[in-house]
């Protein structure tokens, strides 16, 4: 049966990260093969914020990536996502989708920080309702302010990579993720990057609500160096050591506080996302909390927005829904389950 290979690119603040899916005749539903996976470190400050900075040095990262885990096309789909990306939820009169989204610019303006000529718009539409108005259909819209796709997309051509479509992290997230009994649940799905963390709330695997938190693990990684006047490979060790809700020796309190108080505004910002939703929509609570991402993994963070929201929270699995070709070795992804959802998500998405 023929198939059809997609590859997802996450070009991530600490690494660039990426997928190749083989996908069947029945697409995406039916299932797909993963067939090669691979990651390369960035230098700090290569990219900042979410957006590409160093484009020469993301562009040497991404050849060196394709070189290791040989990938069989350079045509990717980009994932973006970072505090220049407005999404919000808007009511419009109903057209076809293709008319909808032309008259996009026209609309929206008045709700976008830019000139809408200077952003990539999308639509997500999520209901159809009729109204004093008349038919409108209910959305999401997606406004990324246009040089920071651009910046994404020329580091990946700076590689000799083709991008065939750049999609919104968070939906990414919920296509890796939301399986099985995920995909019929109000579920908060969470991705805690280096820099920026994405939230998006999704209903029987429809995404509802999406924030972009400016905090990530790096940034509790820069509190314990700035309290402990230590470098950066130390301060992360120190940091994984010691975990968040954990005591440690009094030579550490500085560690201790600094973790602490930089992982109760990461909580912060998630809870307050989900009590928005709550006021919102209050005959579906959120009912679990499935967390991704480097930041992830950091001791104690789990339990700590656990008991912050009072939602039981699991570790995302961006495998469970896929086949492992033969081309991979198992043991090499091992404890990268929730380290790839991105780029897994967003090989979904082109292949949809």
């Not at 991404?62 to 789909?77: E, G």
């Not at 830019?114 to 409108?136: C, I, K, Q, T, W």
């Not at 590689?159 to 919104?168: I, K, Q, W």
């Not at 579906?284 to 991402?293: K, S």
Request: proline share 6%; charged share 20%.
């Amino acid at each position: 049966m023929a198939s059809t290979n997609v590859i997802g690119l996450d070009i991530g603040t600490s690494a660039v990260r990426a997928v190749e899916v083989a996908f069947g005749k029945g697409g995406p539903r039916a299932g797909g093969t993963l067939q090669r996976v691979g990651e390369v470190a960035l230098p700090p400050g290569a990219v900042r914020d979410g957006e590409v900075n160093e484009p020469a040095v993301v562009s040497d990262a991404l050849r060196r990536l394709w070189a290791q885990a040989k990938f069989t096309s350079k045509d990717v789909v980009l994932g973006v996502g970072n505090q220049r990306v407005v999404v919000r939820d808007i009511e419009l009169p109903w057209m076809p989708p293709a008319e909808l989204k032309a008259s996009l610019p026209y609309q929206v303006q008045e709700l976008l920080p830019v000139a809408s000529g200077d952003a990539l718009l999308d639509f997500l539409p999520v209901d159809e309702v009729d109204g004093p108005r008349g038919r409108m259909v209910k959305g999401m819209l997606v406004a990324a302010q246009r040089d920071v796709v651009v910046g994404n997309v020329l580091a990946a051509e700076g590689a000799g990579l083709r991008p065939s479509m750049v999609d919104l992290n968070a939906f990414a997230l919920v296509r890796a993720l939301a399986r099985g009994d995920l995909a019929e649940r109000t579920v908060a799905f969470v991705d805690v990057g280096a820099r920026i963390t994405n939230v998006v709330v999704a209903s029987a695997g429809t995404p509802r609500l999406v924030r972009l938190l400016a905090q990530g693990g790096q940034h509790v990684t820069d509190a314990v160096a700035a309290a402990m006047a230590l470098p950066q490979p130390e301060a992360e060790g120190l940091k994984r050591d010691i975990g968040v809700g954990f005591s440690a020796p009094p030579e550490y309190a500085p560690a201790v506080e600094a973790i602490t108080s930089s992982c109760r505004t990461l909580v912060e910002g998630i809870r307050n996302t989900l009590v928005y939703w709550s006021s919102q929509h209050r005959e579906t609570p959120v009912e679990a909390l499935v967390v991704t991402g480097g930041g992830a993994h950091l001791p104690g963070l789990g339990q700590y927005l656990s008991s912050s929201s009072r939602i039981p929270v699991m570790l995302g699995d961006a495998f469970a829904g896929l086949r492992v070709g033969k081309t991979i070795d198992r043991s090499t992804l091992t404890g990268a389950e929730s380290l790839l959802a991105l780029p897994v998500g967003l090989a979904h998405g082109v292949a949809a």
